[in-house]
Nanobody
């Protein structure tokens, strides 16, 4: 089970840290991805581990502002979001790929006012 938390209403320029707490299995060896979906738009990836060089992929829209990391001891992943913009408003989801399945959380709402 994946549970996101940390969303909320903030003003442009502020920061939020989203958490994704995982139960039922260890995240130590499974990749985690963060995505978001704004109203009327398709879900888009905002942070994902590279399959080639161990780095993290961030799309241009969030590069330099978002950082994904994990605390294995807490079995929790995080998405640190700085300098938030109104266009970052969306429901944010974490997902873990475990063997042949992708497990999703239910999402947490982030709203950024201008």
């Amino acid at each position: 089970q994946l549970v996101e938390s940390g969303g909320g209403l903030v003003q442009a320029g502020e920061s939020l840290r989203l958490s994704c707490t995982v139960s039922g299995f260890s995240i130590s060896t499974f990749p985690m991805t963060w995505s978001r979906q704004a109203p009327g738009k398709e879900r888009e990836v905002v942070a994902a581990p590279s399959k080639t060089d161990g780095s993290t992929y961030y799309p241009d829209a969030v590069k330099g502002r978002f950082t994904m990391y994990r605390d294995k001891a807490k079995n929790t992943g995080y998405l640190q979001m700085n300098d938030l913009k109104p266009e970052d408003t969306a429901v944010y989801y974490c997902a873990v790929d475990r063997y042949a399945e992708r497990y999703w959380g239910k999402g947490t709402q982030v709203t950024v006012s201008s």
